[in-house]
C-alpha cells in the first residue's frame, strides 16, 4: 500500500506540473497580440492549452482524494482540508465565473472582422484575466500549503 500512495504522490506532482503550469501564463498569451488575428490565434493557443490544465486539474483532485483514503489522517490536516477547500472553490471558478466572461470575449473575436481589435475587449480581458490572476494566486496559496504543511 505504501508503494501505490509514492505512486499517486509521483502522478500528483506530475499532474501539478502539467495542469497548473499552463494555467499560470494563460492570461499572458492574449496579450502580446497586436491584431485581430493574431488574438484569435492566442486563443485557440489558450483552449490547446487549457485542455492540459483540466487533465492535470482532475488528476490532482483525484489523486489528492485518494492519498486522503489511503492515509485518513490528511483530513484531520488543516493544510490539507484548506488546500481540498481552496482547489474546489478555484475549480468551480471556471464554470460559475470564468466561463461568464469569457464567452462575451468569444462572440466578440467571433462578430469581428477586420484587424483592428474592438475597443470593447480590453475592457472583457482585464475583468476576465483579474479573475484568472485570482485563481492562480489559490493555486499558489495551495503550493505554498502543500510544500510547507503549515498546520
Do not use: C
Request: proline share 5%; no cysteine.
Amino acid at each position: 500500500m505504501d508503494q501505490f500512495y509514492y505512486y499517486l504522490v509521483f502522478i500528483h506532482i506530475f499532474s501539478a506540473i502539467l495542469g497548473m503550469g499552463p494555467g499560470f501564463i494563460l492570461t499572458m498569451i492574449p496579450k502580446t497580440a497586436t491584431n485581430l488575428s493574431e488574438l484569435k490565434h492566442a486563443y485557440a493557443i489558450r483552449h490547446k492549452l487549457h485542455i492540459f490544465v483540466m487533465i492535470g486539474g482532475t488528476l490532482l483532485l483525484v489523486t489528492g482524494l485518494l492519498m486522503g483514503v489511503l492515509r485518513p489522517y490528511l483530513f484531520q490536516m488543516g493544510w490539507y482540508v484548506t488546500s481540498l477547500i481552496l482547489f474546489l472553490i478555484a475549480l468551480a471558478m471556471g464554470p460559475l465565473v470564468l466561463k461568464r466572461y469569457f464567452n462575451p470575449i468569444k462572440e466578440l473575436l467571433m462578430s469581428t472582422s477586420g484587424e483592428k481589435i474592438p475597443k470593447e475587449y480590453n475592457h472583457l480581458s482585464k475583468v476576465l484575466f483579474g479573475f484568472e490572476h485570482l485563481e492562480n494566486l489559490i493555486f499558489i496559496i495551495i503550493i505554498i500549503l502543500m510544500i510547507l504543511k503549515p498546520f
